[in-house]
């Protein structure tokens, strides 16, 4: 069996190495495309690109990982920026809608990872709340700037990330100051934080294929389940799969 080729989208910020210095680099920390292939992928990474082209891109993967990175511009989904919230992504932002689009539309399996998710409930129609401090009153979501946190989620029972996961609290690495507010059209929330935030969503019917989307940063652990389950939805339901003849 051919490994899966899983495409994982980058950041694009400035960066140095060596003696050079580059305005603009695409990068993606290394667990992202680790994850992939100790779940058996093939990892292949989508710098932000023309929006134009998505279509084409997603057609010759066999599941698309969308990663984590800075806030999403409050404009994509028709709110006034919060001084807390980053600088617009612009390139980035409407490269990976347009990607979910995309793989939503060819039915290509689908994680998105932190910022991920956000884009996910965005590309649906759902909104973000900007700083999640104001609504529960805590700082455990991202608590040391630039440092990976751990704190419960709570799959909900019945759905699919509760069947990948179990139904059990679990502890899992998250850096994060957003959160999904209002869910897109046909999501429903499958993990809670003991806070009540959302920290996972699935479409509330699974016959459109894998797709899922988790607030935390499961590349920064050491359970590989939801990469794994990527990469065997891949298999299933990917490229391969899609342009495969029908027996008989």
Known sequence: MNRPLIGVTTYLVPAAWGVWTETQAALLPVPYSAQVQLAGGIAAMLPPGDPGTADD??????????????????ARYGAPRDPRTDPAPTERDGWELALIAAALRQRVPLLGICRGMQLLNIACGGDLVQHLPDTVGHEGHSPTPGAYSVHPVVPVPGTRLAGLLGESAMNVPTYHHQGAHRLGA???????????????????????????????????????????????????????????????
């Open 57 to 74: 891109v997603v057609s010759r993967l066999d599941g698309l990982v969308v990663s984590g990175g800075p806030d999403v511009d409050p």
């Open 186 to 248: 046909g999501l429903v929330a499958s993990a809670h934080h003991t806070d009540g935030t959302v920290e996972a969503v699935e479409p509330a019917e699974p016959a459109g294929g894998f797709v899922l989307g988790v607030q935390w940063h499961p590349e920064q652990g050491t359970d590989l389940r939801l990469f794994q389950a990527l990469v065997q939805a891949a298999v299933n339901e990917g490229s391969g799969a899609r342009t495969a003849p029908v027996p008989g």
